[in-house]
């Protein structure tokens, strides 16, 4: 019989060479996943809506919660995509709870390999850079703390990462020259990193920006020599606005419709607000906390310290843009033409990460002054971050060609960062392989008042100051109880006299309960003492870890 399959070229070869490695690490880390959540998912509250969230999806009542008075709500807070895909793989007969893990770990699989590739499209040709860069970086991003912690939980960063990478790469190879279907791509990418957070709106203004700015001239490839980049001619300006703009609306319709969807079924786009309530030095205190955590910079040193690495990136990147490098007739280049002759990748990555910044200060200040500022909601700086650092490391390499004891003093930093990240890694892992991560902790899955909860009939009308735990573990319908002040934007529930009245009237129709986990101590929400005594509620069931409450006279 005839052989008909296709010999590997020799570029196909080294493709396959500098790839694996980073297949190897990105299953290494997938595997981690898997063994570590083996009593399923880590769960906060958020990851509940998710997670009930998607179960919604899959039995045909649509992105909602389960309500005791409406039956079920529309979700509008959090956007749907990583519910719809846990709602894909339930529909395949797995549980969301488990279907979860397994979710996250090929998304952790995917991240990896996409940062590797990320970095390959900047390192040099027929260098030794474009393995072990890749490999280094890929390591260095899987063994973090922050894409551990997030892989392990149900939250939506394990998909949003992976989206905003893909978007970005694709973006980045077409501004460096590939055709337009890796526009396509990045637009399809980027639209459902919307999709998954409404921080999407940040990446996909830093695709219109970075298309304004460099827009390449079409079907014109980034011509090599040597080590030098002939960089594209720009379009007109009218050509770039438009090609901005059309990028722009299509990356972001689906989010639009999404909103639309939300404005008509829930009366608002998202859930929020426009208020005026200015970031706090707390909240900026622990922003700093976290990027000093990332280099390992303990949580008691001063601010200056911890933005120390900062500074210094930011002087490195100055001097390798500014660098007055030479073209090809030996004429010297302004900053603006050396910041053109960047990869496409790091000049996506210098718009983002200012512009992430600065749209996570705007939320704060005007939509939800809730949102913390910890490794979960930095986490794509911190991915896009890492990319900058390896690229500059990689250039310094390059262009200046240290000493054989400067690089083997390079490389030992990198050994010790890796280590490093592994060490407090493992931690999480440990904790989540031997007791399980939030809700899906040993003291929730063992908790006596929950499995006495499962004991109060289907149709009981539950409220709790947990009601994410009575949804996850019982057959129960739990919403929360009524607010003393609002955390979005840190005002006083003017109403709450008045819900508190009728939580009480509806409990006393419907013979209702309140289930409270004495083990929480939630400012925001009434105190034991005080329902018990302010309004007039009696104790059904009391249990070391919380009591059930019904009204006095039933």
Known sequence: MKNTAIPLTEDSLIIRMQTLPVWIVGLLGFMGILIASR?????????VVYLIGARSIASGRGFSLPDGVLGYAPITHHAPLYSAWLAAVNLLGIDVMQGARWVNAFLLLGSVFVFGWAIRSFTQRNSMSRIVLPVTGAAILMTSASMTQIHLMAWSESLFIFTVLMGFLFLARWLDGAPNQHLFVAIISIAAACLTRYAGVAVAATGAIAILLFHPRKN????????ERIPHHSLKLSHRVISAAMFLIAALAPLLAWTGRNVILGGSAASRELEYHLITWQQI????????????????MSSLVKIAPYMILGAASLMMIGRKNKDL???SRSFWQNLNQLPGMIKIVLIFMPLYMAFLIFSISFLDANTPLDDRILSPLYVTLALLVVYLVQEYMERFRPLASIKTSLALMGVLFLAANLYQSSGLLRQSHSEGLGFMSHEWRESVILQQARRLPQTTLVFSNAPEAVLLYTHLTASRLPRKFEPANRQANINYASEMDELRRLMEKSSGAIIYFTRLNIQTLPSLQELET?????ILYQAEDGVILRVADQ
């Open 39 to 47: 009593w399923g998912i880590g769960a906060s509250p958020d990851s």
């Open 220 to 227: 014109v490839p980034a011509a090599e020599q040597g080590s």
């Open 285 to 300: 205190g622990q922003g700093l906390t976290t990027l000093g955590g990332w280099w390992f910079i303990p949580a008691k």
């Open 329 to 331: 007739s030996h004429r």
């Open 534 to 538: 302010g309004y007039d509620l009696t």
